[in-house]
Each structure stands twice: as C-alpha cells, then as structure tokens.
C-alpha cells in the first residue's frame, strides 16, 4: 500500500456520532465531498490543501459532531433551512444575511427554521479573510468546515420541514437518499469537475439551495409509489428476528432490491448532486482565494513536504480525471 505524508493538525473525531446522518450525507458522502473538491482546485493552490487532505477529509464531519457529541445547539439550525416556514416565494424574496432574516422572523424563528444559505455566506466571507492573512490553521478549518455546508445544501431535505418523510408518511428516507444509496452504488459515480471563479456568492447559494428544493417532489414522489402496499421483507433488510435490520447509528436498512429500483427511479439525482457539491466547494474554496488575492499558499509549508507529496497528488489527479477519488478509507454506516 501507498503511504501518503500529510502535515496534520490535530483534532478531536468521533465517527461514531449518534444519529449522524439525521441531518447530512453521511460520512461517506462527506468524505467524498472534501477530498473531491481538493482535486478539483487547480494546481496553484490545490497543492497546498492536498498536503492536507488528511485533516480537510476527516474534518469534513465535525460540524455533525459539534451538534450530536458535543451538544453544541447554536450548531443544529446552520445544517438546514425549511423553506416553507420562511414563506419561500424565490431566492430574490429572502433576507440576505442571518440578521436580516432576525430582524423579519425572530430569532427564535430563525433558530428554528434554520440558518443553512447565510452561514455558508458567512463561512466563505471568513475563509476569504483567513487566506487574506495567510492563517493556515484558520483556511484549513475554515474550508473544511464550509464544505460540510455546501453538502448539506445539495441535499434536497434539508431544505424542507419534512426533513425525514415524517410528514408524509415516509420516515426514514432521509438515511436512505443520502446514505445507504450513495455507499451501495457510489463506486459507479463519476465525480470528476472542475473549480470556477463565483462572482455572486449570494446568488449562487441560493441558486444551489432553490435547485436541491426543487427536487424535493420526485424524490418523495418516487419512494411513495414504490413502497406503496409492500410488506416489510420487501421494504427492509430483515433480521432473525424478522424484524428490519439496523445500521450503527439505530436506522432501518433497507431491502438492496428496494435500494436498486429507487436509486433507478431517481435516475442520477444522487450522483448528480454529489458531483456537483464537490464543484461548488472547489468553487467557493477557489473564489475565496482570487478574492483574497491569489496569496501564495505554498510557502505555509515545508517545501520537503510538497516535494513527497507530488508524485502522490499526480496519481490522484490520474484518477481524478477518470472521475475517482482515492487516498482514504471509510468505515461505512450500511
């Protein structure tokens, strides 16, 4: 096996988070999220975040843990916004900062419908700052954290009150779309894209955010007609028990037959939004540093490092321009 050297910052990760995919892609998903975006950026600067792949990787889940292992609630409504509850009528009707909407809804509202579009903003304006500074503990937190944000608004439910299906009768399918199908069909995706300079950062978040809603009706609208009228063997994945098996984290597993037909019905969006969220964060990551000044990154580093580390980021990027992401190891929740 290949040993790749990374600079490590050291952190505090626990991947066994209770009720972790409640409200994100997953592990898994997040994963891939990271350290696709790292090798979407060009090489000017991707080098730099490739030396620390490791820790934007593994860092990728930590918002989740702030809220689930730590408790942190200033940390739950960031990963999500209920449209509905905002009176959503298009992006050009919403505040355009967190404080705005505060001033219109309340802050107990807005703690409650959730704040997801204005703390990527906010996250993107303090990445741009920390580059400004040339602050490496602060750009690698920074934007391994923003991309968690970034994900999390490709996921349709976030975007909506019904979050799980528990509003139409269909609980549980959040797990489903962003978790067991991504780990069981994920090794066919492509994710290969590329970073571009965002020059409205408000109006493509919330471009980002209207699009992953839109989805919201046949992605429901697919799991209600399937698992209309099917008994449970056919729904779930049974145990000795008969009753339906669990992953890690207590979520029902469903049938790999249910997961085959409903991942076709959907006819890409899964991929299709993993892919784009890793060019959104390349994206973001990328305007951040043109807007800071294109600083030099490289000299953050020791040059022996980047010196190890480039025949291994030349491999990746072979693989990368295949559509692959390789370099790590996760433990899957399925």
Not at 4 to 16: A, E, N, Q
Not at 72 to 98: A, Q, V
Request: net charge neutral; charged share 25%.
């Amino acid at each position: 096996m290949i040993k790749r050297i990374f600079s490590c910052i050291t952190i505090f990760v626990c991947l066994g988070v209770q009720e972790q995919s409640a409200y994100g892609w997953g592990v898994w998903g997040h994963n891939k999220i990271n350290r696709g975006a790292i090798l979407a950026l060009p090489k000017e600067m991707g080098m730099f975040f490739y030396n620390h792949a490791d820790f934007i990787t593994e860092e990728s889940v930590a918002p989740d843990i702030r809220k689930y292992t730590m408790n942190d609630k200033s940390e739950f409504p960031r990963h999500y916004i209920d449209l509905e509850n905002y009176h959503y009528d298009g992006p050009g009707m919403m505040p355009k900062t967190r404080d705005e909407a505060i001033a219109k809804f309340g802050k107990d509202s807005v703690d409650k419908f959730g704040t997801l579009p204005w703390t990527i903003e906010e996250m993107e304006a303090k990445l741009t700052a920390a580059m400004k500074a040339k602050n490496k503990a602060e750009i690698l937190f920074i934007a391994a954290n923003l991309a968690h944000y970034i994900g999390d608004a490709h996921m349709p439910l976030h975007t909506t009150e019904n979050h799980d299906g528990q509003l139409t009768g269909q609980k549980g399918i959040h797990a489903l779309w962003e978790s067991q199908l991504p780990e069981q069909f994920g090794k066919n995706y492509s994710f290969f894209g590329e970073a571009r300079y965002i020059d409205n950062i408000d109006a493509e978040t919330w471009r980002c955010v209207d699009s992953s809603h839109t989805l919201i009706s046949a992605l429901l609208y697919n799991d209600r007609k399937l698992r209309k009228d099917k008994p449970a063997e056919k729904l779930y994945k049974l145990g000795p028990n008969g009753q339906p098996e669990k992953n890690k984290y207590g979520q029902a597993t469903h049938s790999l037959e249910y997961a085959h037909v409903y991942h076709e019905l959907l006819n890409g969006m899964v991929e299709n939004q993993l892919k784009a969220a890793i060019s959104m964060t390349a994206s973001y990551w990328y305007t951040a540093w043109v807007n800071a000044g294109k600083p030099d990154l490289s000299d953050l580093d020791p040059k022996y490092l980047t010196d190890r580390n480039k025949k291994f980021y030349q491999e990746d990027m072979g693989y990368w321009k295949k559509g692959k992401i390789t370099g790590y190891k996760v433990i899957n929740e399925y």
